[in-house]
C-alpha cells in the first residue's frame, strides 16, 4: 500500500514539470519567431538604400502623423523618397519590396500613386530590441 502511494505521489509530482516544459518550448518557439523576425529587419537595412528610403519614410510618417485616408494619404509617395534620395523607380521598387517582405511598411495604392507606411508593430520590436539591457 505504501508503495503504491508512493508511486501515484511521484506520478503527480511530474504533470506540473511536463506542463513547464511545454510551456518553456512554446516561450523558445515564440522567441525563434521573434529573432527571425528582427533577423530580416536587419538584414533589409543592412543595404545602405533600403536604410535609407526606411529612415525617408518613418520620419514622414511621423511628421505627418495619421489622418483621414478618405482626404489625404500620409504615407510616404514613392515619388517623394525618389526625388529626395536620387534613386531610379526601378531601384526604389525593389527596395521597397524587400522592406514590404522584411515587415518594416506596408505599401498602399491609391489611384495610380503607391504610399508608403512604416509598420508601427516592428517598428515596436526594433526600439525594444535597442532598449534592452545586458
Sequence with gaps: MAISLILVKLSISFIPVKLLWLEVTILAQKDTQAVELLAGAF????NANRLRIYQVIVSHCREHGKADLDQVPTGCAFGDF?????????????????????????????????????????????????????
Design 43 to 46: 538584414r533589409a537595412l543592412a
Design 82 to 134: 525618389m526625388q529626395r534620395l536620387n534613386i531610379g523607380a526601378p531601384t526604389v521598387s525593389h527596395h521597397v519590396r524587400e522592406l514590404v517582405e522584411a515587415g518594416l511598411i506596408r505599401v498602399e495604392r491609391v489611384g495610380r500613386r503607391r504610399y508608403c507606411h512604416a509598420e508601427p508593430g516592428m517598428q515596436k520590436r526594433l526600439a525594444d530590441f535597442f532598449e534592452m539591457r545586458g
